[in-house]
């Protein structure tokens, strides 16, 4: 498991570079807007704005839900698949997001059902 903050974290992470390149992408574009919206400088835990996790393994998996249940039960404001991973967009606050990134073969069945559904 891993956390970006912005676009700059991308480039000092090996783990990173190991993810299909259709999936970085994805994730660049998430933190562009991030970024664009709070600010490159934002501290993800304190300001608004948010940060991206990249969960890679099962056990990325239940790790983050001993801290997190959105996996099990959150509404997701949308579900993207991109070979073979999931991009899902959860709002924890009005200007608070974390965009989780995780293989689609790890995701739990509430994720799942929210592909491509969308909220609104």
Known sequence: MFHLFNQTDTKHNEAFNDLPSSVQSMIHDVLLVMDQAYG???DPFRDLGG??????????VKAFRQFNSCLEDGTFEYVDQVDN???????AGADYHIFLVLPTLFAPPNVISQIDAGVG
């Open 85 to 91: 991973y999931l991009g899902c967009l959860y709002l």
């Open 51 to 60: 940060y991206v996790v990249v969960l890679t393994s099962i056990n990325d």
């Open 40 to 42: 490159k400088s934002r």
